[in-house]
């Protein structure tokens, strides 16, 4: 008996040191952060090269290791290194950070006439719309749809640097669209050129600036114009997303031409875990964006509702999540005795026959296959023959529907786990029913020899919005503790907007339908509605920075109508209301000092934040005006998560806002504390004389930790003149028990 425990401690100990072995050995993809331009960019190439010979020490190994070169708006490069190389380029002094290439991944028509931007709206200043390009970084673009045709556009805006590379629909509406895939690593679902295999890239980049497409919808649902936030707007696409995800190198490397070619915004819908900000190239990027007076938008991930999933969390980035809007998708069961159970999907086919035979997964289930749970219908449990032409239930809803398809089922339903607020696409007649009506189904099965149903074809119901949606990523943040993330909601439940016809509707090889317009969520969908946003306000104030455009956006959101127990930390500071948000009153602005005091704050490394800011001078945090209060940034929210060790509330927040509303104008203070925060604003009045005057305030926020109550203790602090109402939200995150 010893001798095998000791046999399998050394076969353990062997495993180890070969997977050690190979690691060591075996070259991976990291990226070499330098931080901004110091120089003439083109002596960079021999720079990076000399860089890596010096870290591998071999001229031919050091020219083949190199992939990439970063050298239009920031400074680094892509290398395959081992692990001894990675440590010694980490330790030059010119080096920002070194980290792998990881893996991102996608966040997946009345929308804006619920936002207010009615399609009458008069848009005064189209003009100044159609000088704006949106940049997106995506799976690429379908030239054909209907929402990118450029009849009647203007010449492309003279500033624009962009172009096509291996594209031919590029236009007046399409004016950039390049591909990056570093590793040459495509699959057979991939095309090496910006072309949209997917359908994703279409429907962001046709959701912030589409133009108007009459009667659209997916085969009859949701019937309407679709249209972008945005529609004068110029789009740029950036694929960097293939079948294999949106690897971190790709996703730099469009950063680093969407900013050199003149994009006026960014928008992202994607991303993966958090990392510190100097290694995630989603914050390096949106960082040399801002540098340039670019704001990044980006969606807040679809890890919801679980707590500190939200992702790309810098403060310089915009944090979407994703809000349901008033319309709902639900698709009626109709059972033999009668009864009917109302589910929700979105479901495209109307019945042939009055009713079908039903059955379950239970009672389908082929016997002689012991693997798999048949209830659930897995794949391969079920018996064909009984299955042939029938309705099946299944416990469960995700992909049962293909299952029943290739097993040869005539229509599914579907037992959700949980209630949900999303309704997702079936390949065959399909709905997906609430926990609560199982019973109901499941009695009926059982009373009768011939169990029948049929599913009726989708209808919409109005419900009441907005309300965060159930997917959509929550705080706390675990990066910067002080900062509330995500900041802004906007709709990304069900939204119609352009596809690709290159893929399916739902997205399964068994689906024989594509479709021009189709229906998807996530907080992917809501990012380009508040890119869109941005871009609108953006048209109206084209001298604000992406700070002041943000703050515009948070402070005039409107509060969500189904306020959940993560508040705040769900829908950040409300959904976008762009109309409002062109007239905010005040903005809270936030300048590149303020950002470095706010990183000395935060403990980066004083050289690092020198190089990333691009000065040939180290940066010295001493010679900065020391970030004050709780959470050092003029942020349009006031947020901190306390020590575990905290007994009571104390935090204290210091503000600047800028008059952008009437010259003449005075500010009042209002707080509304619902849980028994107590707010102190210093002074309680502010008084300006002119446009583009800044005063200060401060908060403190004090408060006893009652062991009861919801994890979050909130506030609302509104400063008002007689036109203007500015909000900002104040959250207190309780020390969380381990
Ligand atoms: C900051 O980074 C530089 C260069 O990598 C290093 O030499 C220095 O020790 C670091 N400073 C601190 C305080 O970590
Ligand atoms: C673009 O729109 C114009 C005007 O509505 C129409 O005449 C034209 O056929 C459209 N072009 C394409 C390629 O659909
Ligand atoms: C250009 O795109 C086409 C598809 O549109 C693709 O087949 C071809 O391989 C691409 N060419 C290059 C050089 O990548
Ligand atoms: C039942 O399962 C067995 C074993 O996996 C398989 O060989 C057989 O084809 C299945 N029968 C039907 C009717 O699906
Ligand atoms: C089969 O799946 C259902 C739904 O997920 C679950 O409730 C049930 O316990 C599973 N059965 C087995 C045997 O795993
Ligand atoms: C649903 O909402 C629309 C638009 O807000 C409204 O016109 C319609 O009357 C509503 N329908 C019902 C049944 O409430
Ligand atoms: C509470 O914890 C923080 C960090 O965990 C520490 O800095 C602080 O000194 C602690 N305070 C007390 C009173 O223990
Ligand atoms: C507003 O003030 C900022 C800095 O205080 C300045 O850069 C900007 O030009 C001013 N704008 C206007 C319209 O006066």
Same mark, same amino acid.
Request: charged letters at 20%.
């Given at each position: 008996?010893?001798?095998?425990?000791?046999?399998?401690?050394?076969?353990?100990?062997?495993?180890?040191?070969?997977?050690?072995?190979?690691?060591?050995?075996?070259?991976?993809?990291?990226?070499?952060?330098?931080?901004?331009?110091?120089?003439?960019?083109?002596?960079?190439?021999?720079?990076?090269?000399?860089?890596?010979?010096?870290?591998?020490?071999?001229?031919?190994?050091?020219?083949?290791?190199?992939?990439?070169?970063?050298?239009?708006?920031?400074?680094?490069?892509?290398?395959?290194?081992?692990?001894?190389?990675?440590?010694?380029?980490?330790?030059?002094?010119?080096?920002?950070?070194?980290?792998?290439?990881?893996?991102?991944?996608?966040?997946?028509?009345?929308?804006?006439?619920?936002?207010?931007?009615?399609?009458?709206?008069?848009?005064?200043?189209?003009?100044?719309?159609?000088?704006?390009?949106?940049?997106?970084?995506?799976?690429?673009?379908?030239?054909?749809?209907?929402?990118?045709?450029?009849?009647?556009?203007?010449?492309?805006?003279?500033?624009?640097?962009?172009?096509?590379?291996?594209?031919?629909?590029?236009?007046?509406?399409?004016?950039?669209?390049?591909?990056?895939?570093?590793?040459?690593?495509?699959?057979?679902?991939?095309?090496?050129?910006?072309?949209?295999?997917?359908?994703?890239?279409?429907?962001?980049?046709?959701?912030?600036?589409?133009?108007?497409?009459?009667?659209?919808?997916?085969?009859?649902?949701?019937?309407?114009?679709?249209?972008?936030?945005?529609?004068?707007?110029?789009?740029?696409?950036?694929?960097?997303?293939?079948?294999?995800?949106?690897?971190?190198?790709?996703?730099?490397?469009?950063?680093?031409?969407?900013?050199?070619?003149?994009?006026?915004?960014?928008?992202?819908?994607?991303?993966?875990?958090?990392?510190?900000?100097?290694?995630?190239?989603?914050?390096?990027?949106?960082?040399?964006?801002?540098?340039?007076?670019?704001?990044?938008?980006?969606?807040?991930?679809?890890?919801?509702?679980?707590?500190?999933?939200?992702?790309?969390?810098?403060?310089?980035?915009?944090?979407?999540?994703?809000?349901?809007?008033?319309?709902?998708?639900?698709?009626?069961?109709?059972?033999?005795?009668?009864?009917?159970?109302?589910?929700?999907?979105?479901?495209?086919?109307?019945?042939?026959?009055?009713?079908?035979?039903?059955?379950?997964?239970?009672?389908?289930?082929?016997?002689?296959?012991?693997?798999?749970?048949?209830?659930?219908?897995?794949?391969?449990?079920?018996?064909?023959?009984?299955?042939?032409?029938?309705?099946?239930?299944?416990?469960?809803?995700?992909?049962?529907?293909?299952?029943?398809?290739?097993?040869?089922?005539?229509?599914?339903?579907?037992?959700?786990?949980?209630?949900?607020?999303? $309704? #997702? @696409? =079936?390949?065959?007649?399909? %709905?997906?029913?609430?926990?609560? /009506?199982?019973?109901?189904?499941?009695?009926? +099965? !059982?009373?009768?020899?011939?169990?029948?149903?049929?599913?009726?074809?989708?209808?919409?119901?109005?419900?009441?919005?907005?309300?965060?949606?159930?997917?959509?990523?929550?705080?706390?943040?675990?990066?910067?503790?002080?900062?509330?993330?995500?900041?802004?909601?906007?709709?990304?439940?069900?939204?119609?907007? $352009? #596809? @690709? =016809?290159?893929?399916?509707? %739902?997205?399964?090889?068994?689906? /024989?339908?594509?479709?021009?317009?189709?229906? +998807? !969520?996530?907080?992917?969908?809501?990012?380009?509605?508040?890119?869109?946003?941005?871009?609108?306000?953006?048209?109206?104030?084209?001298?604000?920075?992406?700070?002041?455009?943000?703050?515009?956006?948070?402070?005039?959101?409107?509060?969500?109508?189904?306020?959940?127990?993560?508040?705040?930390?769900?829908?950040?500071?409300?959904?976008?209301?762009?109309?409002?948000?062109?007239?905010?009153?005040?903005?809270?602005?936030?300048?590149?000092?303020?950002?470095?005091?706010?990183?000395?704050?935060?403990?980066?490394?004083?050289?690092?934040?020198?190089?990333?800011?691009?000065?040939?001078?180290?940066?010295?945090?001493?010679?900065?005006?020391?970030?004050?209060?709780?959470?050092?940034?003029?942020?349009?929210?006031?947020?901190?998560?306390?020590?575990?060790?905290?007994?009571?509330?104390?935090?204290?927040?210091?503000?600047?806002?800028?008059?952008?509303?009437?010259?003449?104008?005075?500010?009042?203070?209002?707080?509304?504390?619902?849980?028994?925060?107590?707010?102190?604003?210093?002074?309680?009045?502010?008084?300006?004389?002119?446009?583009?005057?800044?005063?200060?305030?401060?908060?403190?926020?004090?408060?006893?930790?009652?062991?009861?109550?919801?994890?979050?203790?909130?506030?609302?602090?509104?400063?008002?003149?007689?036109?203007?109402?500015?909000?900002?939200?104040?959250?207190?995150?309780?020390?969380?028990?381990?």
């Amino acid at each position: 008996m010893f001798r095998n425990l000791l046999l399998l401690v050394f076969s353990l100990c062997l495993v180890t040191t070969l997977v050690h072995g190979s690691n060591d050995n075996e070259r991976k993809e990291y990226i070499i952060y330098m931080g901004g331009l110091q120089g003439a960019g083109t002596s960079a190439m021999v720079d990076h090269h000399n860089m890596l010979l010096t870290a591998i020490g071999d001229e031919e190994v050091a020219r083949e290791s190199k992939l990439y070169t970063y050298r239009k708006s920031f400074n680094g490069f892509v290398a395959k290194l081992l692990p001894n190389e990675v440590k010694r380029l980490s330790a030059e002094k010119r080096v920002v950070s070194v980290f792998p290439s990881t893996v991102r991944k996608l966040h997946t028509t009345r929308t804006w006439d619920f936002l207010g931007l009615s399609e009458t709206l008069s848009r005064e200043n189209a003009k100044r719309e159609s000088d704006i390009v949106i940049g997106l970084l995506d799976s690429g673009i379908w030239p054909e749809a209907p929402s990118f045709n450029d009849t009647g556009y203007g010449p492309v805006p003279i500033k624009w640097r962009g172009k096509c590379v291996n594209f031919t629909g590029c236009n007046r509406k399409v004016v950039g669209a390049k591909y990056f895939n570093l590793n040459q690593d495509y699959s057979d679902r991939d095309t090496p050129s910006p072309i949209d295999d997917t359908g994703h890239g279409t429907h962001t980049s046709s959701t912030a600036a589409g133009v108007f497409a009459k009667d659209a919808s997916l085969h009859g649902l949701g019937t309407g114009t679709a249209r972008g936030g945005v529609p004068s707007a110029r789009i740029a696409m950036y694929k960097v997303c293939w079948d294999s995800g949106c690897s971190d190198a790709d996703v730099l490397a469009a950063f680093d031409e969407a900013i050199a070619d003149g994009v006026d915004l960014i928008s992202a819908s994607m991303g993966g875990p958090s990392r510190s900000f100097f290694e995630d190239p989603i914050a390096i990027g949106s960082f040399h964006a801002m540098k340039k007076g670019i704001l990044t938008s980006c969606s807040a991930g679809n890890d919801g509702p679980a707590a500190s999933t939200v992702e790309n969390v810098a403060p310089w980035i915009m944090t979407v999540a994703a809000s349901g809007i008033d319309r709902q998708f639900r698709t009626l069961a109709t059972l033999g005795n009668g009864k009917y159970i109302s589910g929700i999907s979105i479901n495209t086919f109307s019945p042939e026959k009055k009713m079908y035979p039903l059955t379950s997964g239970a009672l389908a289930a082929n016997v002689s296959e012991r693997y798999g749970n048949a209830s659930a219908c897995d794949f391969g449990t079920l018996d064909q023959n009984e299955v042939m032409g029938k309705i099946v239930y299944c416990l469960g809803s995700n992909g049962q529907d293909y299952t029943i398809k290739r097993t040869g089922g005539a229509g599914a339903i579907m037992m959700l786990d949980s209630d949900t607020d999303t $309704a #997702y @696409s =079936t390949v065959i007649p399909g %709905t997906s029913i609430f926990p609560r /009506d199982s019973k109901l189904i499941e009695q009926y +099965i !059982s009373s009768t020899k011939n169990p029948q149903a049929v599913i009726q074809k989708t209808i919409t119901i109005n419900v009441s919005a907005p309300f965060v949606a159930s997917f959509s990523s929550r705080g706390p943040q675990i990066i910067s503790l002080n900062i509330l993330k995500p900041d802004i909601s906007a709709p990304g439940v069900n939204i119609l907007a $352009a #596809y @690709s =016809t290159l893929t399916t509707t %739902t997205g399964y090889p068994n689906d /024989d339908r594509h479709t021009v317009f189709n229906i +998807i !969520s996530g907080t992917s969908m809501a990012c380009p509605h508040a890119s869109a946003a941005a871009v609108y306000v953006k048209s109206f104030h084209p001298d604000w920075s992406p700070a002041a455009v943000k703050s515009a956006l948070m402070t005039t959101a409107t509060p969500m109508k189904i306020i959940e127990e993560d508040a705040e930390l769900g829908s950040g500071s409300g959904q976008i209301n762009p109309t409002q948000a062109v007239n905010p009153g005040l903005i809270y602005d936030i300048s590149m000092s303020d950002y470095i005091s706010f990183l000395c704050k935060e403990g980066y490394n004083h050289t690092a934040i020198g190089l990333i800011v691009g000065g040939t001078d180290k940066i010295d945090c001493s010679k900065f005006k020391p970030a004050q209060g709780t959470d050092g940034l003029n942020y349009p929210t006031m947020y901190t998560k306390l020590h575990s060790n905290s007994t009571s509330i104390s935090a204290t927040f210091y503000r600047t806002v800028t008059n952008v509303g009437y010259a003449m104008s005075v500010y009042t203070s209002k707080v509304t504390s619902l849980s028994g925060l107590l707010v102190k604003v210093i002074p309680e009045t502010l008084k300006f004389s002119k446009l583009n005057e800044s005063q200060s305030f401060t908060v403190e926020v004090k408060g006893s930790l009652e062991p009861t109550g919801s994890k979050q203790l909130s506030a609302l602090l509104e400063w008002s003149d007689s036109k203007y109402n500015v909000k900002s939200h104040i959250v207190i995150l309780r020390p969380l028990a381990d």
